[in-house]
């Protein structure tokens, strides 16, 4: 029987900042108990400092400069604005499918797995349309640049607002019979730096700094979330038959000064 891969991504944490990896204040109990069951890869370098490059690197195995994704946003020609002025150039919309059109050109991890019978799912984080586009056969994110559409739009809701989308994906997968890839991406430790006073303030009682306080409780809030999921694979006894991988999509320093 195939084995169901669970791929958790973080997002903008930096590689010392987890129990495992001697961190002396961060809390990741969830993730320090999977490490100390698993292979660890301690010096593991992702392709691109961005995240777009880099998650199409884990999407697709190929380096950025092979799957051409090599930028968050395309560059538009004699534009005067950039960021969020920039993306509301009429121009923006087609430049951007120009972009997402790649992923379509490769092999993805869900298109592979779908041709040996594997249902899949996107939450979290993904820049390349529509969830489809890579080959998912379910997902969150609708990828409409027109409704907002860019890096996840409603897939960012995981985690942050509960994991209940991915549970219902597991749940149907289970009860039909299938093997199943998903892709946890959470916009997590990743800003805003908003974490539950309650993870907060045992932060905000170690460090004179605010901002990095918040990133500390980012990091806890993101692994509670990982517990969530792994505790579910247990409840419905699929542990011992799913790869679990976690790797972050690149590293993060926090300013002291600001959030």
């Known amino acids: ?11 903008d944490q930096g590689w010392t900042d987890y129990g495992f990896m001697g961190h002396r204040v961060i809390r990741t109990p969830n993730l320090d108990r999977l490490a100390a069951n698993s292979l660890t890869f301690t010096r593991g370098y992702v392709t691109s400092s961005l995240c777009r490059p880099s998650l199409a690197t884990l999407i697709t195995g190929l ?5 051409g994704i090599t930028g ?25 499918e ?12 869900p298109r592979s797995l779908g041709a040996r019978g594997y249902v899949s799912f996107q939450s979290g984080k993904w820049w390349e349309g529509g ?67 309650s993870i907060l303030d045992r932060y905000l009682a170690l460090t004179d700094s605010q ?3 918040q990133y500390y409780a980012m990091c806890e809030w993101f692994d509670q979330t990982c517990g969530q999921l792994l505790d579910f694979l247990d409840k419905q006894s699929l542990r011992q038959d ?12 926090q300013d002291p000064k600001r959030p």
């Open 98 to 109: 120009t972009l997402v059109r790649r992923i379509e050109e490769h092999p993805t991890l």
């Open 63 to 67: 380096y950025p400069h092979q799957h």
């Open 131 to 197: 969830y489809n586009r890579g080959g998912f056969t379910a997902g969150m994110t609708h990828g409409d640049p027109q409704r907002g559409g860019r890096h996840g739009d409603a897939g960012l809701a995981i985690g942050r607002q509960g994991l209940e989308a991915v549970f219902q994906f597991i749940r149907q997968a289970k009860a039909d019979g299938k093997p199943f890839f998903l892709w946890y991406a959470p916009m997590m430790p990743h800003s805003p730096h908003n974490p539950p006073h």
């Open 242 to 253: 799913t790869l679990v991988v976690y790797i972050c999509d690149n590293g993060w320093i």
């Open 72 to 96: 968050n946003d395309p560059k538009l020609p004699d534009a005067k604005a950039s960021g969020i002025a920039g993306r509301k150039d009429p121009r923006f919309a087609r430049y951007y």
């Open 211 to 213: 901002p990095i306080a």
């Open 1 to 11: 029987k195939p084995c169901n891969v669970v791929l958790i991504i973080s997002d």
